[in-house]
């Protein structure tokens, strides 16, 4: 059974940085691309960017370029978001998910890690 | 890069039917047959119901169709249930660096 299970909740103050991670199950982790969405309070899915485990091909969408980066672990099927500087406005929930093989859309979803930024 | 056009809400009485559009450009919507629809019910990770403009995944109830024309694409509900209210966002495959864009997102309301 194909799984995506992200680490828990962030809480953290401007400035700090932070790591959430995304690990994949049941499926060959290295040939399926994994991205990241976002979600901030009360609003829709932003794109952020996506890697391929398999070579670490990593694309960002040009909002979040600099800003975050993406990695992934293939040796345990693990990808990461992280931060090294947060900001309140960071605030949001963060999915993972896998890009499907042979058609392009996100065919399984990670649970999603809520960051929260405040002083 | 934008994000997609959705409109922000939609409504219908159960039983009815509805449609959501989503309008990009040439570089995404209109360049490929790479649309994809997710439904979000609050609290709730998204879910796949429409990949490749117009094909279901499986377990997908055939109440939900994808179509396309020129850089709109479509997602209609047929008879309309209490169980689909949710969020629905479109999305695309994109010619730009980030590889995908996703819609603001349509809230449907069934009445």
């Known amino acids: 059974e194909v799984q995506v299970v992200q680490s828990g909740v962030e809480v953290k103050k401007p400035g700090e940085s932070v790591k959430i991670s995304c690990k994949g199950s049941?499926?060959?982790?290295?040939?399926?691309?994994i991205g990241w969405v976002r979600q901030m309070p009360g609003k829709g899915l932003e794109w952020m960017g996506i890697?391929?485990?398999?070579?670490?091909?990593?694309r960002y969408s040009p909002s979040f370029q600099g800003q975050v980066t993406i990695s992934a672990d293939k040796s345990i099927s693990t990808a990461y978001l992280q931060w090294s500087s947060l900001k309140a406005s960071d605030t949001a929930i963060y999915h993972c998910?896998?890009?499907?093989?042979?058609?392009?859309?996100?065919?399984?979803w990670g649970q999603g890690t809520l960051v929260t930024v405040s002083s | 890069q934008s994000a997609l056009t959705q409109p922000a809400s939609v409504s219908g009485s159960p039983g009815q039917s509805i449609t959501i559009s989503c309008t990009g450009t040439?570089?995404?919507?209109?360049?490929?047959?790479?649309v994809s629809w997710y439904q979000r019910h609050p609290g709730k990770a998204p879910n796949l119901i429409i990949y490749?403009?117009?094909k279901r995944p499986s377990g997908v109830s055939i109440r939900f169709s994808g179509s396309k024309s020129g850089d709109t694409a479509s997602l209609t509900i047929s008879w309309l249930q209490a169980e689909d209210e949710a969020d629905y966002y479109c999305?695309?495959?994109?010619?730009?660096?980030?590889?995908?864009?996703f819609g603001g997102g349509t809230k449907l309301t069934v009445l």
């Open positions: 999305s695309s495959y994109t010619t730009s660096s980030s590889f995908g864009v």
């Open positions: 890697i391929y485990p398999g070579d670490s091909d990593t």
């Open positions: 049941g499926y060959t982790f290295t040939s399926y691309w």
């Open positions: 490749d403009v117009s």
């Open positions: 998910a896998r890009w499907g093989d042979g058609y392009k859309a996100f065919d399984y």
């Open positions: 040439s570089s995404d919507v209109g360049g490929y047959n790479y």
